[in-house]
């Protein structure tokens, strides 16, 4: 894993936002940027998540491609505060 931290995390998501050639962002998980999520489910505890992939995943998490989603599982991750509040 890779500890971007909240501020990274913002700027790359800021970055993303514009990078049409991106097709996938991984956060313990690969999860498309371009194609639809194939599973209604995501389980991403116990991936040393920090703060900065929480954020990551919220906006993921806005995108239409993440509409299928109806479950998702952060346990065991140190998220802190402001990945808590992001989510």
């Known amino acids: 894993q890779n500890p971007i931290g909240a501020p990274g ?4 998501v800021e970055a993303l ?7 996938i ?6 999860l498309p940027l371009k194609l639809q999520y194939e599973s209604d489910c995501l389980d991403l505890s116990e991936k040393q998540m920090d703060a ?8 993921w998490l ?19 505060e402001r990945g808590g509040t992001a989510l």
């Open 9 to 12: 995390a913002t700027a790359l």
């Open 17 to 23: 936002k514009t990078a049409s050639s991106i097709e």
């Open 25 to 30: 962002i991984n956060i313990g998980q690969p």
């Open 52 to 59: 900065g992939q929480a954020i990551i995943l919220a906006w």
């Open 62 to 80: 806005s995108l239409p491609v993440s509409a299928a989603l109806t479950s998702l599982t952060i346990a065991q991750n140190d998220i802190g």
